[in-house]
């Protein structure tokens, strides 16, 4: 017995949740008490929870056996009218908040007893999912110990995930009903009490080749499958057609949505965005949505219907109608969603709403860039192959991102596009119930819950090490290889089970991902280093020999085997998440939509600038005379020289930075509402990155990756760059690129008022040139400022050259 007991208080110390003395509870009997419907459901969930782990059986019993440890369900209503020797136990416990829980492990009598008591339905749930994420467990010991101990309650009303149904998704649409059942009831487990459904129809094709029943049937069954865990249920619905003044329009719009609100046994919440799609006039939205209501209530009578104030071109106007109507405070609105594409931050929206109306946070999750809470400062090869929606981890940033605005809201629900950013929704749900509780401890339970305790510290420095990956130069990223070593030591011990799940299939993919990137930008930043050399001494072995030769080296395959064994790897695992959960991270084999996380199709993506050198090189080999080829040659290398005592920045690269000028650091400002971020982005078609600009001058069709990425500021707000020690006595020009995603009409002026030039239309050409008023930096510094007309999408600035002219 004693070896037995030192056994289990070993395990239990290496999980590091070791408070006292450890009681083995394999093989308990739960037994569920109260009246409450839902007790049953809950009971039998706990029992397959530890079935699933625990290679015991968990019997459900209306009451005790004397020789078993108990694990009792309740209720605080319910607690004086359990039999006398259990309420006994339960004489301190005080009233909870709704919501909250209590878990007691009581040592009193053998055998022991674990009690989880809910204020109500919903606290009794999350007491379960305390218990299962803080337990002790290995295939043959369930260990529990009075640390697990807990009264808690959550902050924040309002903390659920989108799960659409739809093709666009990287995940969902494959899902099957059990398998919306599980990671529905997981969310749960850890504190989550929404979840956001979508209709058929929305920006998205109606079906999709994964799908394994049809949207109509599958968002019922999710609605049926929240119902059953007392979750609210949330319906994300645009508006899809293009006159909603048309009374034939309303008239088939309203018949579809009958449809769809008759189809699912629940929903409390319906979410209408102004936009991003279904641009509406304001006026015309809210009477719109009054028709709305009606055909709502007729299935579900309780519901309300929420906002947002979301428009790509918004204008003083809009809002002045928009906010008009939110504080007439109809009987159908329910509040307003703060999301992306929403210009008014976070704060300045709570002033403008009527402090009685509650405000929900839609957080974007799930995308990497182009994005509402865009990775800061990020290195472009790492954005031209994780892409926008990547398998992506981000713990720290997204508890800054949820603490910097938080207190401005009645919650979250999540915007997501699938598994991708799983680890991410985990760490929203926690912060909504707790924002004091630490990343830590979130992977922690993350990694024991679908893991095992044996696996906590490796899987939690392990996604800490992935988020490492993201941040600064990936060439010099110490991170990647270290994140590489940690996933491939849990992967030589995983046995079949921890392999076949998709949760470690997706740490393990990035690892090595992360890993041949690096190690592939290292190979073509050294090609294109060999190259250029070459094309440097080309006057001595002449042009045409020296193009000849760069070329070779650019287009020179890497031959090292281990890249090809990373990329196999690779290859390896995006096929085995697609077996696992129809995860699709590839176009032509797992049949991704496009841009919607097929980053595995960007492996081999050029990480250096060969595909604009190689364009213009061809055509100089065309130029018939020496002389001029070496003169192209020699501006092709100096594309970049601003000239002795002149200036050049490139905005993707970080050294750049030091001259914007910001008014707020990045963990107040992550959405970049109130200063500049970065963007990428030629063209961007999908998850391919389009030459649409012509080179200037060279005659070539592809782009520099400089114009690859910029510094970007959104809507009207303002963008200042800061240059000192210019020489006043110098005349200078300024080039600059202007190229990215936005369209938008700019205007370029100095801090003493001098304008460089009036508002233009960017996009038709990358390339300007204006003449500085000395004027404008006679004490040696020049700020420059730029704005965007009302309606605009944003700055967006990707090279800048000051040049001095000649004397």
Known sequence: MLLRHLLITTIFLVSGLSYGQNFNFSGAVIVPFGESERIPTYAKILKEELESRINSTFPIKQKEEAASPIILLTQYDAIQSLPKKWKKRLKDVEAMPGEGFKVVIDDTFSPPMAIIIGKDDRGLLFGI?????KMDWSENHLLLNKGIEKTSSPKYPIRGHQLGYRPKTNAYDAFSVDRFDQYIRELALFGANSIEIMPPRTDDDFTSPHMTIPAIDMI?????????LDLDVWMWYPNMAEDYEDPKTRTIELTQRKDVFASIPRLDHLFVPGGDPGDLEPDVLFHWLEEVATVLHRFHPTAKIWVSPQVFRPTKAWFDQFFFHVNQKYDWFGGVVFGPWVKIPLPELRQL?????????????????????????WDLAMAMTLGRESINPRPKDQKTIHNSLAHFANGSISYSEGTNDDVNKFIWTDQEWNPETKVLETLRDYSRFFFGPKWVDAATNGFLAQEENLRGRLLYNSSVSQALAQWQAMEEKADNKLMANFRFQMGLIRAYFDAYIQQKLLFETQQEQKAINVLQGSEKIGSLKSIEKATRILTEPASDPYLAQLKQRSLELADALYQSIGAQLTIESHGAASGRGNFIDNLEVPLNDSPWLLANLKAIQKVPEEKLREDKIKQLLNRTNPGPGGFYDNFGMGKSWNRVVKTKIWSQDPGGLYGPRESFGVGLKGQEWVHEIQAVGFGGTATPLAWMNQITTLYDTPLLIKYEELNPEKAYKIKIAYTGRFRSKMKLSTDDGHLIHDFIQTGAKPLYEFELSQSSYADGDLVLHWTCGEGERGVQVAEIWIIPKPD
Request: aromatic share 6%; net charge negative; proline share 10%.
């Open 129 to 133: 999912g305390h218990l299962l994420r």
């Open 220 to 228: 019922g069954e999710q609605s049926r499958i929240a119902d059953e």
């Open 353 to 377: 709403t009527d402090s009685s109306i509650p405000i929900r946070r839609y957080p974007d999750i799930t995308h990497n860039l182009s994005s509402q809470y865009p990775i800061p400062e």
